[in-house]
T-cell receptor, first 114, second 116 residues
């Protein structure tokens, strides 16, 4: 597609429920990243996929968080047993692989855990 | 390791005045440097980047940034601020010699407030 697409744009869920957030990257972008942003603050790195390599999961805050990327394209971030502290904007970005390329970000999913 | 610092959480400037948003970086090799802007309730948008060549880089919306290797800085500037420039700005770096692959390291962000 023309840009990075994230869905849903907003999600309200009850504490303890599981949620799935979706990211559809730009076609041909082999690198995909997930970040978390709390209330207009900085970016917290979560996970990074590059091609067929094992993902860099070093930023996932707990084992309740997981992500997969199917067929090298669409990615799903899953949060199990959501907690109120999980409330944030989840941003996805994709890029070509190469040192001079920047990221293209989606508009994010605003998650509210009540 | 690569790192970025944005020393100001917030910058306030009057409309029509010049603005500067500061960024310093640390890399072991040569840097690739980027600026992104985030408007309310939006994702980050690319503004400009320095890869090589001229130290003064011009980008979107009239912004420019100057790469200063001796001071390891990449400050974002605009000659005349607009109220619509009010947003959150992020600096990012990638070390050309970094073995961590494609990852950018982002600064903590600086909120720019332009008052009419």
């Amino acid at each position: 597609g023309a840009g990075v697409s994230q869905s849903p744009s907003n999600k309200v869920t009850e504490k303890g429920k599981d949620v799935e957030l979706r990211c559809d990257p730009i076609s041909g972008h082999t690198a995909l990243y997930w970040y978390r942003q709390s209330l207009g603050q900085g970016l917290e790195f979560l996970i990074y996929f590059q091609g067929n390599s094992a993902p860099d999961k070093s930023g996932l805050p707990s084992d309740r968080f997981s992500a997969e990327r199917t067929g090298g394209s669409v990615s799903t971030l899953t949060i199990q047993r959501t907690q109120q502290e999980d409330s944030a904007v989840y941003l996805c970005a994709s890029s070509l692989v190469g040192r001079s390329y920047g990221y293209t970000f989606g508009s994010g999913t605003r998650l509210t855990v009540v | 390791a690569q790192s970025v610092a944005q020393p100001e959480d917030q910058v306030n400037v009057a409309e029509g005045n010049p603005l500067t948003v500061k960024c310093t970086y640390s890399v072991s090799g040569n840097p690739y440097l980027f600026w992104y802007v985030q408007y309310p309730n939006r994702g980050l948008q690319f503004l400009l980047k320095y890869i090589t060549g001229d130290n003064l880089v011009k980008g979107s919306y009239g912004f420019e940034a100057e790469f200063n290797k001796s001071q390891t800085s990449f400050h974002l500037k605009k000659p005349s601020a607009l109220v619509s420039d009010s947003a959150l700005y992020f600096c990012a770096v990638r070390d050309m010699n970094n073995n961590a692959g494609n990852m950018l390291t982002f600064g903590g962000g600086t909120r720019l407030m332009v008052k009419p």
